[in-house]
T-cell receptor, first 115, second 115 residues
Framework: AQKVTQAQTEISVVEKEDVTLDCVYETRDTTYYLFWYKQPPSGELVFLIR??????QNEISGRYSWNFQKSTSSFNFTITASQVVDSAVYFC????????????FGKGTMLLVSP | AAGVIQSPRHLIKEKRETATLKCYPI?????VYWYQQGPGQDPQFLISFYEKMQSDKGSIPDRFSAQQFSDYHSELNMSSLELGDSALYFCASSLGEAGGRGEQFFGPGTRLTVL
């Protein structure tokens, strides 16, 4: 069975601080996909990144960066110089590519960025 | 680009009533997924369809049913509504097995409130 753990329930930072959201996953599959989604107060799920299990390169997109470490089954997400607009719930998710596989989400981390 | 359309966006029902949620996938997408997100919870997979056939089933209550029509839109029917059914219901669509590679595109969600 697949499982995603986001140990941080809530994080509060002050604007311009860097913040890292942790994600640890469990799967027996050798091929799988990892994701991060952002859910602002308005409720929609905003796709941020997808990473497949064979690509362990870290990725940077503007103020966002992701650290995929297969050895520790972690896929952490860092926001550099956080802004108030980053305040949201962030979900890490996992899927396996067999057939019409669904996404397994972590419980989410609520990030509150104060001015 | 066209996105996934869900209607209605908000719905208020009384206990024991029925509700029907609709999902219109991205054009040419043939796979639809339904997720339920309770307050403060992560999205939980309910059911999915590929080419009008059920492709996978998650934690969908027996009081709920769903189907996918010939134009690929899907409807989630919920009967004997309970207070605990109050949630945000997401529909996602994908092209065939691409959903298993995480290429699921989420709609904005329908917020159901049961009074």
């Amino acid at each position: 069975a697949q499982k995603v753990t986001q140990a941080q329930t809530e994080i509060s930072v002050v604007e311009k601080e860097d913040v890292t959201l942790d994600c640890v996953y469990e799967t027996r599959d050798t091929t799988y996909y990892l994701f991060w989604y952002k859910q602002p107060p308005s409720g929609e799920l905003v796709f941020l990144i997808r990473r497949n299990s064979f690509d362990e390169q870290n990725e940077i997109s503007g103020r966002y960066s992701w650290n995929f470490q297969k050895s520790t089954s972690s896929f952490n997400f860092t926001i550099t110089a956080s802004q108030v607009v980053d305040s949201a719930v962030y979900f890490c998710a996992l899927s396996d590519p067999s057939g019409y596989s669904t996404l397994t989400f972590g419980k989410g981390t609520m990030l509150l960025v104060s001015p | 680009a066209a996105g996934v359309i869900q209607s209605p966006r908000h719905l208020i029902k009384e206990k024991r009533e029925t509700a029907t949620l609709k999902c219109y996938p991205i054009p040419r997408h043939d796979t639809v997924y339904w997720y339920q997100q309770g307050p403060g919870q992560d999205p939980q997979f309910l059911i999915s369809f590929y080419e009008k056939m059920q492709s996978d089933k998650g934690s969908i209550p027996d009081r709920f049913s769903a189907q996918q029509f010939s134009d690929y839109h899907s409807e989630l029917n919920m009967s004997s509504l309970e207070l605990g059914d109050s949630a945000l219901y997401f529909c996602a669509s994908s092209l065939g097995e691409a959903g298993g590679r995480g290429e699921q595109f989420f709609g904005p969600g329908t917020r159901l409130t049961v009074l």
